[in-house]
């Protein structure tokens, strides 16, 4: 079946305009992940999906960021304001809901965002 | 707070050669603990995790155990293949779901 998928796959923006970047977790899937990934470095969590809800949004790193999830489907990430620190590739999982602590997460391929 | 810490990369190993890379964490309560593995070119996926202590999580030859007691969860393999070269994350999912990875770790297995 089909895997995780992202959109778009690289986006290239000035800084200061909006982004809006687009998962689609596996089809059954109810959890769903965001994580940011800077060159060179370890992933950092950005916020967890059970359902449509998030219960732990402390992972966004400002205001300027805010995510949505409906239909226990598609998933939006919006980057306001897009600042230079913000490049990084964005990766989202998902898995099947039974738990986070014992489900296999799997990853999309990641958008690569560039803020000029 | 909760972190996740591995031993610095690159490693380079000769092909057959006997693998260890690091992982130790901080965490409240009982976290699960994963290896995640990143091909070239490819997305990141699932090696092995072990959800209690003294669990081991195997899978292609890798082996790690979950120790409470050092707080530690080291990936060990017999015998490494050219094909073993990747990026490998320790991460951790502590019991109030939240998810950290560590930074990661480069293998260059040759031949």
């Known amino acids: 079946g089909a895997g995780v998928s992202q959109s778009p796959s690289n986006k290239v923006t000035e800084k200061g305009k909006d982004v809006e970047l687009r998962c689609d977790p596996i089809?059954?899937?109810?959890?769903l992940y965001w994580y940011r990934q800077r060159l060179g470095q370890g992933l950092e969590f950005l916020i967890y999906?059970?359902?449509?809800?998030?219960?732990?949004k402390s992972g966004l790193p400002s205001d300027r960021f805010s995510a949505e999830r409906t239909g226990e489907s598609v998933s939006t990430l919006t980057i306001q304001r897009t600042q230079q620190e913000d490049s990084a590739v964005y990766l989202c999982?998902?898995?099947?809901?039974?738990?986070?602590?014992?489900?296999?997460?799997?990853f999309g391929p990641g958008t690569r965002l560039t803020v000029l | 707070g909760d972190s996740v810490t591995q031993m610095e990369g690159p490693v380079t190993l000769s092909e057959e050669a006997f693998l260890t890379i690091n992982c130790t964490y901080t965490?409240?309560?009982?976290?699960?603990l994963f290896w995640y593995v990143q091909y070239p070119g490819e997305g990141l996926q699932l090696l092995l995790k072990a959800t209690k202590a003294d669990d081991k999580g195997s899978n292609k030859g890798f082996e790690a155990t979950y120790r409470k007691e050092t707080t530690s969860f080291h990936l060990e393999k017999g015998s490494v293949q050219v094909s073993d070269s990747a990026v490998y994350f320790c991460?951790?999912?502590?019991?109030?779901?939240?998810?950290?990875f560590g930074p990661g770790t480069s293998l260059s297995v040759i031949p």
């Open positions: 965490a409240t309560g009982y976290p699960s």
């Open positions: 991460a951790l999912i502590t019991s109030y779901d939240k998810v950290i």
């Open positions: 999982a998902s898995s099947l809901g039974g738990g986070a602590r014992t489900d296999t997460q799997y």
């Open positions: 999906f059970q359902g449509n809800s998030a219960p732990d």
């Open positions: 089809s059954g899937h109810t959890a």
